[in-house]
């Protein structure tokens, strides 16, 4: 394509190709451009420009195109067969919205395929699925795309021809490349990017990458028992329709620290008054909302703290654990590991104010068992779960994850939490080139060992 990309031609028949589209790279006409080329490892680096002097990426980001998007393209009369169900649950212009989405997604593996199965089967418009991974046997537990003959072929490529059966109107696109190769330019073009399995570096990598363009960012992962998903939306826009309360919302008013009321109308049906309230929610980035403090209501008082599920300090000590560790998970068989993982729990279980008895010895155990393992009943409950927020988001109908979700299997529970700087203290982390730096190290008392 000599060097040029775009969005595929609707009207041209389904191919499967591993181009992929994307902008010209380090394209300076590009909006908030920022050059960057490769760093050895999992890193992008800025390249030092004395013209240059906008370094640092916006808190907020840019408001994508997508949330003023309105649909321009009619649906045909075949769709609307098609996808009669939904479009009799979410409505005909979510649907053109749908269509219209160009979605990346990063990783397939069981968690990959349960969310390419269900934004395929909603219809949307481009979905492009990146791995740079080999089909290995113990990809066949939990993947459904792939078979035995597929061992040894990329599994993006092994995967498309049975995703593209599920519904041949979604257009596919494979890419072969390994992500820590792609230059923040490539996600100019995706409205949206989920990243799957990927270390915490970089994702952060990434998320930032897509802040600079404006673009809404997934991160999800899977351990066993256990799962997180994370949300980056920028800042998003949307409706959500509920039943007139004591307390009509207002104009202006901050329902909570991030969201406010931007407009209010309402409607009567049958004697129920309805009101279609507009929001503006603000979101946080990867890097920072992995620093921030548990909202006030998680731990003003001891029956909160209580409530607050130690996964979430584990989840933290494994960021930590990979950012320190070349992005490897833990191994419980060696005493390094554990000793060091052991650490940073407790460590990051006191920066959360939490109660030392609340992270427990068997629950720090049962984690690191679970650790690399994919169980497809949670990835298909994760994967259900972020398909459906995505569509949410692409339809700008109801409230989407604000802004992480912790999923704990052994208990069958999964928790939401909004993790954002309540202070000036998250800016003044901020280095030179807009990234916060981690903190030191918080001394432990009378931490939880795991034998």
Not at 112 to 128: C, D, F
Not at 235 to 256: A, C, Q, W, Y
Not at 301 to 317: D, E, F, I, W
Request: glycine share 6%; proline share 8%.
């Amino acid at each position: 394509m000599n060097g040029e990309h775009s969005l595929p031609d609707g009207s041209l028949p389904i191919e499967n190709t591993n181009e992929v589209p994307q902008p010209a790279v380090n394209d300076p006409n590009a909006p908030n451009f920022i050059p960057f080329i490769p760093a050895v490892g999992n890193g992008f680096v800025p390249i030092p420009d004395p013209n240059f002097t906008n370094m640092t990426l916006p808190l907020n980001g840019v408001p994508s195109q997508m949330d003023a998007m309105a649909p321009t393209q009619t649906i045909s009369a075949d769709e609307i067969a098609l996808y009669d169900r939904q479009i009799r649950l979410w409505g005909m212009q979510v649907q053109q919205r749908l269509r219209q989405a160009n979605i990346l997604l990063i990783g397939m593996r069981g968690l990959g395929n349960e969310i390419a199965k269900n934004l395929v089967l909603a219809g949307i418009g481009t979905l492009t699925v990146l791995d740079h991974e080999l089909v290995t046997g113990e990809d066949l537990g939990v993947q459904f795309l792939v078979t035995e003959a597929h061992i040894g072929q990329n599994r993006a490529e092994a995967a498309l021809p049975e995703l593209q059966k599920l519904n041949p109107r979604v257009e596919l696109y494979t890419d072969a490349d390994d992500i820590k190769e792609k230059l923040p330019e490539y996600f100019h073009s995706f409205d949206i990017t989920i990243a799957t399995g990927l270390p915490v570096d970089v994702l952060c990598n990434i998320n930032m990458a897509c802040r600079a363009y404006g673009r809404k960012f997934y991160a999800a992962d899977t351990h066993g028992m256990y799962g997180f998903i994370f949300a980056d939306l920028c800042l998003h826009d949307f409706v959500v329709e509920k039943p007139r309360s004591n307390r009509p919302s207002k104009i202006g008013d901050m329902e909570t620290p991030t969201r406010s009321v931007t407009a209010v109308d309402s409607k009567r049906e049958n004697q129920t008054i309805t009101d279609i309230i507009a929001y503006h929610e603000t979101y946080t980035p990867l890097r920072l909302a992995n620093l921030s403090p548990l909202p006030a209501r998680s731990r003003n008082t001891r029956r909160s703290k209580m409530r607050v599920t130690p996964l979430l300090s584990c989840l933290r000590a494994l960021f930590d654990f990979q950012s320190q560790s070349g992005g490897h998970l833990p191994v419980i068989r060696r005493p390094a590991d554990l000793a060091m993982f052991t650490r940073l729990a407790n460590q990051k279980h006191l920066e959360l104010e939490l109660l030392p008895e609340t992270l427990r010895a068997d629950f720090l155990r049962s984690f690191l068992q679970n650790l690399g393992a994919e169980i497809s009943p949670v990835v298909a409950y994760l994967g259900g779960y972020l398909a459906q927020d995505v569509i949410n988001v692409l339809g700008q109908k109801e409230a989407p994850l604000q802004n992480f979700l912790l999923f704990d299997g052994e208990d069958f529970t999964a928790t939401q939490y909004s993790l954002h700087p309540i202070n000036d203290d998250a800016m003044a982390m901020m280095n030179t080139n807009g990234l916060p730096m981690m903190p030191g190290p918080v001394p432990a008392e009378g931490p939880v060992t795991v034998t």
